[in-house]
């Protein structure tokens, strides 16, 4: 059964007036878990596309590709985004139920703040509603500051990217400090982690950027240390 059909399952009840929170409410557990994180990565996309005021044909590409979107099941994406937009309830209730949904856990929380960054630098401009939406959002979910700005070094093209940023570690941290938590980086980035902590197998693009990412910071680091 693909994860849209269980989607689509998962949102009958709203035919009968639910509101699309009060589904987050019944998918806590594995593996209705899978079903609410890419169902909570559209309906966030949804609110950050309202945020900023349009929604780009590069975002919705991005999109495509983490979640790998069959062409038969292209209506069930867009009902779910048409679905938050059209919620009266605002960003930061969803927001809050997510985080209620992953209270056990920070892994998932950042996975999906992840793909909202992926998509929402897609269209390559990071727009301030975007990035104040995404701030917020990061506040919600009680994302730890390193975390938020590894993630955020990672997408934003502020300057080159700083690869100690990328990786969560101070510059002045020893190169064993440093390649300790490059190997977790690596070992907590594969499908097989992200899925069993609710990330669906449909985005395992998240995964394979996240490694080239740390990858890329950590030889980086290590041609200056050996310099």
Known sequence: MSIWTRISEA????????????????????????VAF?????????????????????????????FHVAPEDEAAAARVFNLARQDVAGFEEYARRIRRMFDDSKGPICDLLEGLFYIAMADGHYHPAEE???DRVAEIFEVAAGDYHAIRARFVPDAAP????????SPDASLDEIRKQWRRLVRDSHPD????RGVPEEAVKLSEKRLIDINHAWEEISAQRAA
């Open 11 to 34: 949102l009958s009840a709203l035919a009968n007036g639910e509101g699309l929170g009060a589904v987050f409410d019944r998918l806590r557990q594995p593996p209705e878990r899978s």
């Open 132 to 134: 104040e939406f995404l």
């Open 162 to 169: 700083d690869p100690y940023a990328v990786l969560g570690v």
């Open 193 to 196: 982690v992200m899925q069993a």
């Open 38 to 66: 890419t169902i909570a990565v559209i309906a966030l996309s949804a609110k950050m596309a309202k945020a900023d005021g349009q929604v780009t044909r590069n975002e919705v590409l991005a999109f495509r590709e983490v």
